[in-house]
């Protein structure tokens, strides 16, 4: 299957000046985007846009995480006849579940272009399937028609494909679809409507997708699953709608008149016990228990429409405690006023997190466990970090009511989790100070730890790099480091908050192919990627890594399905299998059991790939940093470099809790033994959350031997057996099932007549020389 590489029907030049619309007309312009922070910036890229909002297509430009060019990767609204930022890393049609993407062309194509609408059509392959996206803008819209046709051209079947529209945001935060509550994938049968919305207290974005049955990434991606035979093709369609103010209100509105739903109209006011409206009051709508919409109430005032039906409302501000719900029963044509009065403002706790064996600062981690947590994050966190200065203190404004507090500061590693229940009043300060026992010192024995897979605010990741830096000090690590997609923007913040408290960096990037991620380090400052990670072959890719200077070039989560080995299965690869990996990732997002397996076969072989591990975190407010985490064994000064050698050497294990120091063997070294001698293999292990289980792991995966654990220290002791080939490894758990995987001590077994040779006299069992 062959296709031109683009066509572009003649295009109308923009005559307005940049950034600014000043009427309802549809204007279509080639050319670099004039929407503010666009990443659409090739002359031969698209821009539509009316007086309520602007789009971007990129036809040449490189779209993110290698998916084919000819997508939406820009889109913002307009207000007051200016162009708002861009907000979005991309919304496309993803035929398949983030899965590898073979293409090898597109056609563009202007339908049709007027004053009162544009029309354009976008055709790529998947493979021997087509994928053609209509996009339609009509004048003084708020919403971009979207239609989408997966025809499947090739001789076999797609079986059991996941196919639908996807929006992600590279800012803000999600409301995912009403009733799926917040798990990341889930088939969509309690769904109470068909849309997500990214959004923030100046914008929000809709999706509406009322062909899905199931979500992926809470919702980002909205997906039908169906199967095409030969020949055979399906229809999607959706809608893009953009509003400029965090304000779901008319997202709800164009739901009703989508459906043709019969509606009735609530509005009111809110007032605090001063009689004054709060800031930022905003009127939530639950349904069936479930969070449903919400609408700002500006000044104090709102009003809403809302889909024939009972649900309950109550009245929320910055700082301030949820009123009272109310139960309301909409029918057709009803109106129902509320005033919710005597809204109760914000108190102020004032914390301290010390250690409890010298009084120094502690950096930590603060969750609401219990207490009111704000329904709209623009409101406020429900998570927060101490200050990188003055260290180990935070100021928390909250809404007045009974708290109880997580307080993590390397909890489930060096220390057990702390909680502190506190009650605060409208405008009451309370001080308080929280200590922490460290319970062991992993540095003593040149331990290090460091989460080597961690997104700060780069594309879909939403967290400000002084906020990772925070959050990856709070959970005790080492070394700080940033793995953005194809991008290092980050390099310098990162370097010099780093260096302010005296931890090492690790500058990464994490290159990001559709059939296979990694993640080099530690690259160069600022390095760029010459290599085109859409179309380029994993040879390139690896040689570019290594350009930037990279130590080593780990495999990201190589299973699932943008991970190399899957796709290496799949024949997906351009280029096919290269040895140019160092280290497969254990990843905190993914299931990890077929990684390990794969690190087995290759230890079967004598291939030395070890370990790595990271958490895949894109929100450090709403994902525990360094949950699993790379511990590497560094004797010397610790740095970026010699961490990478270490674990290059195999010199670390990977863990979710459990601590290890191997008393002789280290990981990844080698014990000689005689012919079928037994060996001994003694490590030290800690778990704050106490032990539970070690096994010895032998080839194949097979278990040689399993101890029972009690308590928070133990020394491992396992007998080697005679038999045992090629090498061992070692599994413990801990008490809450967190657990800890080592690198393999390598087997050298010898003929006693080439043992005897070393001084004709040696007939001991075991060498006394590590490799």
């Known amino acids: 299957m062959t296709h031109t590489r683009w066509h572009l029907a003649p295009l109308a030049a923009l005559t307005l000046g940049a950034s600014t619309l000043a009427q309802a007309d549809v204007s279509v312009t080639r050319g670099a985007t004039d929407i503010p922070d666009g990443e659409a910036n090739h002359a031969q890229d698209i821009t539509i846009a009316n007086d309520q909002l602007a789009f971007a297509l990129a036809v040449e430009s490189r779209p993110p995480w290698g998916v084919p060019r000819g997508t939406l990767v820009d889109l913002a609204a307009v207000k007051d006849g200016e162009i708002d930022l861009d907000r979005v890393a991309f919304a496309d049609f993803i035929p398949n579940n983030w899965s590898a993407w073979p293409n090898d062309g597109k056609e563009v194509e202007v339908v049709e272009e007027s004053a009162e609408r544009a029309v354009i059509r976008v055709s790529r392959n998947f493979g021997e399937a087509m994928v053609t996206t209509t996009y339609t803008l009509e004048a003084g819209s708020d919403r971009v028609h979207l239609e ?17 529209f996807t929006l992600w945001p590279d800012t803000g935060y999600l409301f995912g679809v009403p009733g799926l509550g ?16 990214a959004y923030d207290r100046d914008w929000a974005f809709a999706l509406h997708a009322p062909y899905f049955d199931r979500i992926n990434y809470e919702g980002q991606d909205m997906y039908r699953e169906h199967s095409l035979a030969s020949g055979e093709s399906r229809r999607f369609e959706g809608w893009l709608q953009v509003v400029p103010e965090g304000d779901l209100a008319p997202v709800v509105a164009n739901e009703i008149e989508r459906k043709q739903q019969d509606s009735g109209e609530i509005h009111g006011t809110l007032r605090d016990s001063d009689g004054n409206a709060p800031p930022n009051g905003v009127v939530m709508i639950e349904k069936e228990g479930a969070p449903y919409a919400w609408t700002l109430a500006d000044g104090g005032e709102f009003s809403m ?11 929320t501000a910055e700082g301030f405690a949820n009123a009272e719900p109310v139960a309301l029963e909409v029918t057709d044509g009803s109106e129902r006023e509320l005033n919710f009065d005597g809204m109760r403002g914000p108190g102020t706790l004032s914390l301290d997190i010390r250690g409890t064996e010298n009084d120094t600062p502690r950096d930590a981690r603060l969750t609401i466990l219990e207490g009111q947590q704000p329904p709209v994050e623009f409101l406020g966190k429900q998570t927060f970090f101490t200050e990188l200065d003055p260290a180990g203190h935070a100021e928390l404004k909250l809404a007045p009511g009974d708290y109880r507090l997580a307080v993590n500061a390397g909890a489930g590693f060096t220390a ?5 229940e506190v009650s605060l009043e409208t405008g009451e300060e309370i001080d308080k100070t929280v200590e922490i026992e460290r319970l062991v010192e992993p540095n003593d024995d040149h331990w290090y730890g460091a989460d080597l897979h961690h997104h700060a605010n780069v594309l879909e990741g939403t967290t400000p790099p002084t906020t990772v830096v925070r959050a990856q000090l709070a959970t005790d690590l080492d070394l700080t480091f940033i793995s953005d997609h194809d991008s290092t923007a980050n390099h310098d913040t990162f370097r010099k908050l780093s260096a302010e408290r005296g931890v090492p960096f690790i500058p990464s990037i994490e290159i990001s192919p559709s059939w296979g991620h990694m993640n080099p380090f530690p690259i160069e400052m600022n390095g760029e990627l010459e290599v085109d990670p859409g179309t380029d072959d994993v040879q390139e890719i690896v040689k ?15 299973y699932n399905a943008y991970g190399y080995l899957s796709n290496l299965g799949d024949g997906k690869v ?4 290269t040895p140019g990996f160092d280290l497969l990732e254990l990843n905190a997002e993914v299931d990890n059991e077929p990684t390990i397996a794969a690190a087995h076969r290759f230890w079967d072989q004598g291939t030395r790939l070890y370990f790595t591990a990271g958490t895949d975190t894109h929100d450090a407010w709403n994902d525990l940093t360094g949950r699993i985490r790379m511990m590497g064994h560094v004797p010397g000064e610790l740095t970026p470099r010699a961490f990478a050698r270490a674990l290059k050497d195999g010199h670390g294990y990977a863990t979710q809790g459990p601590l290890l120091f191997p008393e002789k063997h280290m990981f990844g070294d080698s014990l000689r033994l005689v012919e079928d001698a037994k060996g001994e293999w003694m490590v030290n292990a800690t778990a ?6 070690a096994r010895l792991i032998g080839q194949g995966g097979e278990v040689l031997a399993t101890q029972s654990l009690d308590g928070t220290d133990a020394t491992l002791t396992f007998e080697i057996p005679g038999d045992a080939k090629g090498w061992v490894a070692l599994e413990v758990d801990d008490a809450d099932g967190d657990t800890a995987w080592t690198n393999p001590l390598w087997l050298e077994r010898r003929s006693k007549a ?13 060498d006394e020389e590590d490799a």
Request: zero cysteines; hydrophobic letters at 30%; glycine letters at 12%.
């Open 148 to 164: 989408t046709v997966l025809d499947n051209q090739g001789d076999e079947p797609l079986e059991a494909i996941r196919s639908g």
């Open 182 to 197: 917040d798990a990341k994938e889930t088939e969509a049968s309690d769904a109470l409507t068909d849309r997500m919305v």
């Open 544 to 558: 570019d890594a290594h350009r930037l200077g990279a130590e080593v070039v780990p495999m990201n989560h190589p």
């Open 305 to 315: 429409s809302l889909p024939a039906g009972e649900y309950r409302a109550y009245a």
């Open 688 to 693: 704050v959350n106490g032990l539970a289980e």
């Open 416 to 420: 057990r989790q702390q909680t502190l």
């Open 574 to 577: 351009p280029g096919g299998f």
């Open 754 to 766: 080439d043992y005897l040779g070393h001084d004709g006299t040696n007939e001991g069992g075991a």
